[in-house]
């Protein structure tokens, strides 16, 4: 099973753009929906390619890297699957059976892209120190590199080589560098959350974050994130209508001037 290069290099350069989206502009390019819509466009089978990345994008809805967190790269495991179901013509369903170990497998690299652009990010801190804007800019700007090449190289040898380098991968990778690898990628979920927190108004809502702390850990597998949001949701509806029912009125009956708490703007909840 192959592809023409030409095929190939429109491919790679297309998620390395959609990476660039999922980044900035986020116009929904980064999905893996678009990913096996446009796959499937350009090797004429839209349909075979919507199913794919259709299936994927229910995998991951409600899903994004809070706090640095890394999930499954299935914009690229789209394109590849996509690609090799329209070549071997069996159908979404082995691309699909693709598209999620490649996914899952690129998570690692997503880890690896995260740190390497630590090394720009650094830089611009130098050059930040020494008032140098430019050296900013240019820090900042070569710190796509590591986040971009981190999805058009996979991509490249996979539609290169076939879907059989993503078992080799799987093979030779020792287990020493795999673990490093997941390791890093369970931290950062913690590190980002701890990060949110610190910003997070706490001291004044800290009931809500124990319901929904308490809920997700003695849930299992009957409590998701839909129905904690939802409950959240209800909690802070009634939480603004008692606001409401029994705020201090005046003798006339209007809203009583409410003092202002300063002290509150800004406010940081988690010491250093």
Same mark, same amino acid.
Request: glycine share 12%; no cysteine.
């Given at each position: 099973?192959?592809?023409?290069?030409?095929?190939?290099?429109?491919?790679? *350069?297309?998620?390395?753009? &959609?990476? /660039?989206? +999922?980044?900035? =502009? !986020?116009? $929904?390019?980064?999905?893996?929906?678009?990913? %096996?819509?446009?796959?499937?466009?350009?090797?004429?089978?839209?349909?075979?390619?919507?199913?794919?990345?259709?299936?994927?994008?229910?995998?991951?809805?409600?899903?994004?890297?809070?706090?640095?967190?890394?999930?499954?790269?299935?914009?690229?495991?789209?394109? *590849?699957?996509?690609?090799? &179901?329209? /070549?071997? +013509?069996?159908? =979404? !369903?082995? $691309?699909?059976?693709?598209?999620?170990?490649? %996914?899952?497998?690129?998570?690692?690299?997503?880890?690896?892209?995260?740190?390497?652009?630590?090394?720009?990010?650094?830089?611009?801190?130098?050059?930040?120190?020494?008032?140098?804007?430019?050296?900013?800019?240019?820090?900042?700007?070569?710190?796509?590199?590591?986040?971009?090449?981190?999805?058009?190289?996979?991509?490249?040898?996979?539609?290169?080589? $076939?879907?059989?380098?993503?078992?080799?991968?799987?093979?030779?990778?020792?287990?020493?560098?795999?673990?490093?690898?997941?390791?890093?990628?369970?931290?950062?979920?913690?590190?980002?959350?701890?990060?949110?927190?610190?910003?997070?108004?706490?001291?004044?809502?800290?009931?809500?974050?124990?319901?929904?702390?308490?809920?997700?850990?003695?849930?299992?597998?009957?409590?998701?994130?839909?129905?904690?949001?939802?409950?959240?949701?209800?909690?802070?509806?009634?939480?603004?209508?008692?606001?409401?029912?029994?705020?201090?009125?005046?003798?006339?009956?209007?809203?009583?001037?409410?003092?202002?708490?300063?002290?509150?703007?800004?406010?940081?909840?988690?010491?250093?």
């Amino acid at each position: 099973m192959t592809l023409s290069i030409g095929l190939i290099i429109v491919l790679t *350069i297309y998620v390395g753009l &959609a990476q /660039l989206d +999922a980044l900035s =502009a !986020q116009f $929904g390019f980064y999905s893996p929906l678009f990913g %096996g819509m446009v796959t499937g466009l350009l090797m004429g089978n839209v349909t075979t390619g919507l199913l794919v990345g259709g299936t994927l994008q229910l995998m991951i809805l409600g899903v994004a890297t809070y706090g640095g967190a890394s999930v499954p790269d299935y914009l690229s495991g789209s394109i *590849i699957g996509t690609a090799y &179901a329209i /070549l071997s +013509a069996k159908g =979404a !369903q082995y $691309g699909i059976g693709l598209a999620v170990p490649i %996914g899952l497998l690129l998570t690692q690299l997503d880890v690896l892209a995260r740190m390497s652009n630590l090394f720009f990010q650094h830089r611009a801190d130098r050059h930040a120190k020494l008032g140098n804007y430019k050296g900013v800019e240019r820090a900042n700007l070569l710190g796509i590199l590591p986040w971009t090449l981190s999805r058009m190289i996979p991509v490249f040898i996979g539609l290169l080589f $076939g879907n059989s380098v993503v078992n080799v991968i799987n093979q030779y990778m020792p287990a020493w560098l795999m673990l490093g690898l997941k390791t890093a990628g369970a931290i950062l979920p913690a590190l980002g959350i701890a990060i949110l927190m610190r910003y997070l108004p706490l001291k004044k809502f800290f009931p809500f974050f124990i319901i929904g702390f308490v809920m997700m850990a003695i849930g299992g597998t009957t409590t998701t994130m839909m129905s904690v949001a939802l409950i959240g949701l209800a909690l802070a509806a009634v939480y603004m209508l008692f606001k409401r029912e029994f705020k201090p009125t005046t003798a006339n009956g209007a809203p009583a001037p409410q003092a202002s708490n300063n002290d509150d703007d800004g406010e940081v909840e988690i010491d250093d």
